[in-house]
């Protein structure tokens, strides 16, 4: 067994919604650091250009592109700049989602609300995966990953788009991997539990932080390089025969407040 090769991805080519900030980020990093060309797709064009110019400076090979995954055209446009630039699509990560706990009670939000969550959740990350098919089935080598959440299996208020969309994502990837399976397209879900990014930052407290840890075996809140760890393993040929998995990276438990 060549060791070497098994999280080898020079010559591939990976794109990363939501990549320039948190989880997106480090992930972008991550798939960098082990050799494939990196495309930093974001809303925030600043910010996509600012971590590409970060990891080419490094020595990696990144452009940043300019995308809202729920406009058709954007997507379509991300794909055909990516395949210009780079020649082909080996990997995708398909990070960005919106909503959350405490901002989804159906005494204060509308039918429109809650569309737009699946729009950005569930529905950019199927029509990428159609867009991008194509592109991984010609060059021979595919992997999807998408990011799903421990509310897709955890219970609370007002949170019903955010977690049912994240749940939707499960079953949507497991359904998915038959459909792309023949084309040796393997595609996976990764559930992170609580992650320090600057959206928990903004609500985290010392006392937060301790009740979120009183089920959590590993005693401290996620950092984005662990979850970017579980996106190495499913873009690279280490995993080559897993697919329609989801894997929850939460230190073991759960981070709930109650």
């Known amino acids: 067994m060549k060791t070497t090769n098994l999280f080898d991805l020079k010559d591939k080519t990976a794109i990363v919604t939501g990549g320039a900030n948190g989880i997106g980020k480090a992930s972008c990093e ?62 995708l990560v398909n990070n960005v989602g919106g909503g959350g706990a405490g901002k989804e009670s159906p005494y204060d939000i509308d039918v429109e609300q809650f569309k737009k ?26 992997s999807i990953i998408n990011m799903s959440s421990m509310a897709s299996i955890n219970k609370s208020p007002a949170i019903s788009a955010y977690a049912s969309s994240k749940a939707a994502i499960n079953h949507m990837t497991r359904n998915l991997a038959f459909d792309y399976g023949p084309d040796e397209i393997r595609i996976n879900a990764i559930g992170p539990g609580a992650v320090k990014t600057h959206a928990l930052s903004t609500v985290l407290t010392p006392e937060i932080e301790e009740k979120m840890l009183a089920h959590t075996p590993i005693k401290r809140l996620g950092e984005p390089e662990d979850i970017a760890g579980a996106v190495l393993y499913f873009a690279a040929p280490i995993s080559k025969w897993t697919s329609g998995q989801v894997i929850f990276v939460n230190g073991g438990g759960v981070q709930t407040l109650d």
């Open 117 to 142: 969550v699946y729009e950005m959740n569930v529905f950019s990350m199927w029509r990428l995966c159609q867009l991008v098919a194509p592109h991984m089935k010609k060059a021979g080598y595919g």
């Open 30 to 91: 991550m798939l960098a650091a082990y050799g494939a060309n990196v495309v930093v797709s974001d809303y925030n064009l600043e910010d996509a250009k600012k971590t590409s110019k970060a990891i080419n400076d490094d020595g990696g090979k990144t452009i940043a592109v300019d995308c809202d995954v729920t406009k058709d055209e954007a997507l379509v446009n991300l794909v055909d700049k990516t395949v210009k630039e780079f020649g082909g699509i080996h990997i």
